[in-house]
Each structure stands twice: as C-alpha cells, then as structure tokens.
C-alpha cells in the first residue's frame, strides 16, 4: 500500500521535528517517519554523562523554550530526550517511529519514499537523518590486530564499564576531550588520550549561543561575497564544559601526538614509544547518513550532495535539514537547526503552490 502526502520528513531527532513544526504552521500535509522506536533522536544514544553546551534557553527549537533542568546550568542528554518527546508531543507532530527509509526514489511528479513498512508518495522530501548511525573509523596500521576492546563514540556509556583498565581516547573533538575527561575524573581509569594535532580550547566563557553566532556571521560574510571570518574553527576545536575544565586544570589530560599503528596489546608511535591498552576508543566522527538518496543519483566526489541553502541542486523537491555548515549555519545544533528549517519549509511551500 503506497500513501501519498504532500511532504515526507525522513528523521524524528531535533531536525525532523523543526521542520514538522514549520510544515504545521505552512498548513502542508505530511508525515515524519523515524527510525528509532522512541522519541528523543539520538540524544537517546549519547554517554550518561553528557551535557550541552549552551543552557537551556539558547538550546531551544522553534516555538517551545527548553524548561531549565534543575541544578544544572547545562542540560543533560536525557533533559534533552525529555524536552523532544515533549515537542512532538505538544504539536502533535505526525511521527511514525520504528519506520526505517531504505529509499528514495523518482516516480514521475511524485517522489517515492521506500520504508520497512511501506511507501508513501509525497511531492515533496526533507532529509534529516543527521550523522549519528553511521560512524566513522580510520584505517589505522594494527587495527585488526589489536586483542582489546574497540569502539566508537556511539558505544560509549560511562566509566564504569572501564573500571581499572587502560584506556586509549583517540580524537581531538569534543566528543573525544569529553570523554578523555569523563574516564580521567572518574579516577579508577588509566587514560591515554591521542590527538591528531595539539587540542585547541575555546575560551572558557564561550558556549553553543557564542558558536551559532559565529557560524550564522561567516555565512553571511561568505553570501555577501566578503572574506572567510573562519567561524567556529577560527577559534578552536574544544568547547570547555566544566568538567572538562575541572579535568584540564586538575591535570587530568595530558594529550599525545597520534600513533603509527596498533599492536597486539597497545599502540605504539613513530619513535618506537609504547602503550599497553585494553581498550580504544574511536572518538573520529561521523559522516552523513544518505545512502537512502542513492537512488536520486545526487551525491558528489566527496559524499556530499551540492545544495543551495537547504534544496539539493540536482533534485527541487528534495531538502536537507540539520548535517551541518554545508546544509545551513550550525543546522546540526538545536538552536541553530530552527533557522534553515523554517527557510526550507517555505521554499518548499512556494513549490508546491
């Protein structure tokens, strides 16, 4: 049985339901299909001891203020999980969870959405499925070696499951400072945390609203033709949430150039120097999650695909929301995904009409 809609919105995390909100206020027919049995995308999936980096109030989707969690100036995952249950449920957004998308394809005027369960037929397709499900890991010299434990970020839970081993934090990023930070405070880890460059600290007092700002004045530099301000990455690569301030000045981290390769029981770096490890943690990123456009035939020599603001240059009907710079000034964040989506929805509206 094959739907049809106006809109289909694949991903129910922060971006998907940005965009439901605006899609509700445009008055469009649509439907949001998501992956994850349960709301909260993947700030259901995080470490437990995760926080943001802005407070609540600046941490906000479009037409509902993030409540203050109690005792902390920076929500926790969970917080965040709370208050996107709540979203979906307070505008009534039509989100089907447990529907996986496996494709998206041309039918004539229509664009054909494939799922697990079945397909709907929309005029339109806002892609939001962000970046979290597919993880990325560098092909290293040993990895297939090493006898300990590997994993990645999205495997991660908390310090308790490493309990008097050593530990290996690969990444410069926030996710890697965090964790490296989150292992060493806990006290009964042995951390070695290995960067690919020196890590960069932003200023203490700089958090995700100062970023967004940043991000939304490059773009704007760089739309009206004036030169690169650098953004974000002019002014580093870590934010300083306290506990990673509390491990920083406690000296706690004490960063390592990269490895050369894995061995057996450890790493070992370019001066012969070696580490014994029980576990690796791949703290290396992500990439976007878009095999399920392979169809359209869109993609670049570099996996992305060309869009202008959020509209995929080689396909109108087809939007993408919340993958990062390249989709919209900070669209990967709460406060910044608000923005692009309204943007998007109303670009998509003047098509339809």
């Known amino acids: 049985m094959t739907d049809t809609v106006q809109v289909v919105v694949i991903g129910g995390g922060q971006a ?20 994850d049995p349960a709301p909260g995308g993947s700030w259901q999936h995080m470490w437990d001891s995760l926080h943001l980096f802005s407070p609540a109030e600046h941490s906000s989707l479009p037409g509902r203020l993030m409540p203050t969690q109690p005792g ?18 307070r505008y009534d957004l039509p989100v089907q969870h447990g529907t996986r998308v496996e494709a998206v394809r041309r039918d004539g005027d229509w664009l054909l959405v494939e799922a697990d369960v079945g397909a709907w037929r929309a005029w339109a397709v806002i892609s939001a499925t962000g970046s979290w ?15 300990g434990r590997q994993l990645h970020t999205v495997n991660y839970r908390s ?3 490493f309990a008097g081993q050593r530990v290996v934090v690969v990444g410069g990023g926030n996710s890697g400072a965090q964790i490296a930070a989150d292992l060493a405070l806990n006290g009964q880890v042995d951390v070695t945390w290995v960067t690919q460059r020196p890590p960069r600290f932003l200023p203490d007092d700089i958090d995700g609203r100062a970023l967004f700002d940043v991000a939304t004045a490059r773009r704007r530099a760089l739309d009206a033709g004036r030169s690169d301000t650098g953004g974000v990455a002019s002014l580093g690569d870590i934010v300083a949430v306290p506990p990673l301030r509390a491990a920083r000045d406690g000296g706690l981290l004490h960063p390592k150039p990269m490895f050369a390769q894995l061995t057996a029981d450890g790493v070992r770096w370019a001066d012969g120097s070696h580490a014994a490890a029980d576990a690796v943690i791949w703290c290396t990123g992500f990439r976007p999650v878009l095999s399920h456009l392979a169809p359209l035939n869109l993609r670049g020599p570099r996996g992305h695909i060309a869009t202008d603001g959020t509209r ?19 669209s990967a964040t709460l406060i910044g995904v608000g923005r692009t989506a309204r943007d998007g929805v109303r670009e998509i509206a003047g098509l339809l009409t």
């Open 72 to 89: 902390e100036t920076y929500p926790g995952a969970g917080h965040v999980v709370d208050y996107l249950a709540d979203y979906e449920k």
């Open 312 to 330: 995929a240059l080689g396909e109108p009907r087809l939007h993408l929301l919340g993958y990062g710079d390249w989709t919209g000034p900070a």
């Open 159 to 161: 310090p308790a499951d």
């Open 133 to 147: 499900s597919r993880p990325f890991l560098p092909a290293v010299p040993g990895r297939s070696s090493f006898t």
């Open 16 to 35: 998907g339901l940005a965009a439901g909100y605006h899609l509700r206020r445009q008055g469009l027919d649509f439907v949001i299909l998501d992956a």
